[in-house]
């Protein structure tokens, strides 16, 4: 495990995928990260890259050739990620195309996620070289699972969720299939999304090219546990398993394949474009008040 810390936060990343392990605040011994649970969940903050969520039928085709990718791409679960740069306060991790992802995505990469501390704050930043000679395209995002309830002898449907900017936004609803559909639903009461043990009954809530670029975790009477801020994000999901003492808030650039797709990737809704050469860098910050 690697571990950074200031005078207020302790933050540790597991080596394999990258993975935020506990984001500890020093004042009070609190964790605010999900410890995981193979009985529920057994992950705490899968990287994503080069996809979010699925592919129909677990396929995709370029330039005529069918692929195959896992959900959320590659990055999670590895293990040859390489450390690039460590210090007290700040870790990157990286990781660089090979035969075996050429397999599976036909683009040579470089990969880089930074976790630096300033303050109360996390910034996660994700930084992806294009270095194929033609254009490369991909989806990368977040999954950070924060405890909830964050508090003791609280209860879940004691929380909810603000968006910024965002309050009555749809939330576009997956198939059984784990597509997404063309169907919305609301789930905003006011300005709030109450947290019920049946909100993600349907899997995530999806928001895309959201408005909002900051979603906050409070208590109905504690008051704001923590916030995400991913103004390089236009997307945004929020789940949890019905049974899980967490709430993910995920920052997206893309999304899960849509019902109507044709499988070629260039044409997948939400999919991003680097040009040969190209350096692309997007960042979210969680902040604990």
């Known amino acids: 495990m690697h571990s950074i810390e200031n005078d207020k936060l302790k933050v540790v990343i597991n080596p394999i995928g990258a993975e935020l392990a506990t984001i500890l605040k020093k004042s009070n011994a609190q964790e605010y990260l999900w410890q995981g649970d193979p009985e529920i969940w057994a ?54 195309s090979t035969a075996e992802t050429l397999k599976m995505y036909p683009f040579h990469f470089e990969f880089k996620i930074s976790f630096e501390l300033v303050d109360t704050k996390l910034i996660v930043v994700h930084t992806i070289e294009n270095v194929s000679d033609y254009p490369m395209y991909f989806s990368v995002g977040g999954h950070p699972a924060f405890c909830c309830p964050s508090f003791a002898a609280t209860n879940y449907n004691d929380y909810y969720i603000t968006l910024d900017n965002g309050a ?41 090219d959201i408005k909002a670029k900051r979603a906050s975790l ?45 499988k070629e990737l260039i044409h997948k809704e939400g999919i991003q474009t680097l040009k040969e050469g190209q350096v692309h860098s997007s960042s979210y910050q969680i902040t604990i008040v």
């Open 168 to 208: 009555g936004s749809p939330s576009y609803l997956l198939g059984h299939d784990g597509l997404i559909t063309e169907n919305t639903v609301a789930v905003f009461e006011g300005n709030r999304i109450p947290l019920t043990r049946d909100i993600f009954n349907n899997d995530a809530l999806i928001f895309k």
């Open 43 to 96: 992950s705490q903050a899968p990287v994503l890259f080069p996809n979010i969520g699925g592919f129909k039928d677990g396929e995709y085709v370029y330039n005529g050739q069918t692929y195959r990718l896992p959900k959320h791409g590659f990055i999670r679960y590895n293990d040859t990620l390489s450390v690039v740069e460590k210090g007290a306060q700040k870790l990157v991790l990286g990781l660089k």
């Open 218 to 262: 409070w208590h109905k009477t504690k008051g704001e546990v923590l916030s995400v801020a991913f103004s390089d994000f236009p997307d945004l999901g929020i789940w949890a398993k019905p049974n899980g003492d967490f709430v993910c808030i995920e920052p997206w650039l893309g999304y899960a394949d849509v019902e109507t797709t044709d």
